[in-house]
């Protein structure tokens, strides 16, 4: 059982703000929301995760609405190397099973 | 810090034949998983170990699949018969507790082909 929903394709502008949604109406209170991107033939690669408040990191920015049942991954300023595959995971509070759905692939277009 | 090393790289094999593969997760990490990721899909959990012990393998199929984690460091994943519909990429992440509030790092992957 899916326990978030993704968009399966999106395109980006390079240079612009990428904003990748997703929604996980079910999530408990305990659980972390996780962003993982996969670039073609590499294995996952971790992006930045959060649980009630907005988080910021190097790579991107991960804003959860106050219900918490939604989250979007923003990518500030995408490059051509940003594009891969992205996935919105919920990671549960007592099996810790951290899950992949199909993500989002994500195409940066010149 | 190196990251989590799989070989091999690629392996061909025939149909009813076996096969294993390697993995060293991060020293000192607790959790390691394992995943098969069929061509379009995303990665599919097989096997989780907490050190030596297993957490979750529900989606492992047992009858043709199993793997082992010796003293709690590298881990092995076997194959015995192999299927066609085998053939993906497995990847090997750890991860340093397993918890919810824990990064994995994955490995590079073999990648299978059944013939």
């Known amino acids: 059982d899916a326990k978030t929903t993704q968009p399966p394709s999106m395109d980006c502008a390079e240079g612009r703000a990428a904003n990748l949604p997703c929604n996980h109406s079910?999530?408990?209170?305990?659980?972390?929301v996780y962003w993982y991107r996969q670039i073609h033939s590499q294995g996952p690669q971790y992006i930045i995760h959060?649980?009630?408040n907005n988080e910021t990191n190097e790579m991107a920015s991960l804003i959860i609405t106050e219900d918490r049942k939604s989250s979007t991954l923003i990518l500030p300023h995408a490059t051509l190397r940003d594009t891969a595959v992205y996935y919105c995971?919920?990671?549960?509070?007592?099996?810790?099973?951290?899950?992949f759905g199909a993500g989002t692939t994500v195409t940066v277009r010149a | 810090e190196a990251g989590v090393a799989q070989s091999p790289r690629y392996k061909i094999i025939e149909k009813r034949q076996s096969v294993a593969f390697w993995c060293n997760p991060i020293?000192?990490?607790?959790?390691l998983y394992w995943y098969q990721q069929i061509l379009g899909q995303g990665p599919k959990l097989l096997i989780q170990?907490?050190?030596?012990?297993?957490?979750?393998d529900s989606q492992l199929p047992k009858d043709r699949f199993s793997a082992e984690r010796l003293k709690g460091v590298d881990s092995t994943l076997k194959i015995q018969p192999a299927k066609l519909e085998d053939s993906a990429v497995y990847l090997c992440?750890?991860?340093?507790?397993?918890?919810?509030?824990?990064?994995?790092?994955f490995g590079q992957g073999t990648r299978l082909t059944v013939v």
């Open positions: 995971i919920v990671l549960g509070s007592n099996d810790y099973k951290l899950s």
């Open positions: 020293s000192g990490h607790a959790t």
């Open positions: 170990f907490q050190n030596n012990g297993v957490v979750d």
């Open positions: 992440a750890s991860s340093s507790t397993g918890g919810s509030n824990t990064e994995a790092f």
């Open positions: 079910t999530i408990s209170g305990n659980e972390y």
């Open positions: 959060g649980l009630k």
